[in-house]
């Protein structure tokens, strides 16, 4: 598993932007996958992870009902879409695979961060 995340970039308050994750080697495995994120100065905090076959998702407080995960398998590629984001979603943000195909604490591969900006 390789993951590569994109998508970041600056956006006012009240804007949305999609994060986009690849993974660009599969393995036999059905990974959940999750999105974390950490501002400076803060520890990484989980944001929202979504099932193998995307029957299941699961999201921090701070974000539901305004992002969304989603997974294309056939593409191999991760969403996040992030709605009215607000100056406390700024923070680097990175994509991680489970080792399980259902929802769990545990991530094994992590990708590398996109920074997302939030100007109030």
């Known amino acids: 598993v390789q993951l590569q995340a994109c998508g970041g970039g600056l956006v006012q308050a009240g804007g949305s932007l999609r994060l986009s994750c690849a993974n660009s080697?599969?393995?036999?495995?059905?990974?959940?996958m999750g999105w974390f994120r950490q501002a400076p100065g803060k520890e990484r905090e989980f944001v929202a992870a979504i099932s193998w076959r995307g029957d299941s998702k699961k999201y921090a407080d701070s974000v539901k009902g305004r992002f969304t995960i989603s997974r294309d398998n056939t593409k191999n590629t991760l969403y996040l879409q992030m709605n009215n984001l607000k100056p406390e979603d700024a923070a680097v943000y990175y994509c991680a695979a489970s080792l399980t195909s259902s929802i769990s604490d545990t991530y094994r591969y992590w990708g590398q961060g996109t920074l997302v900006t939030v100007s109030s």
């Open positions: 080697k599969r393995t036999s495995s059905n990974n959940a």
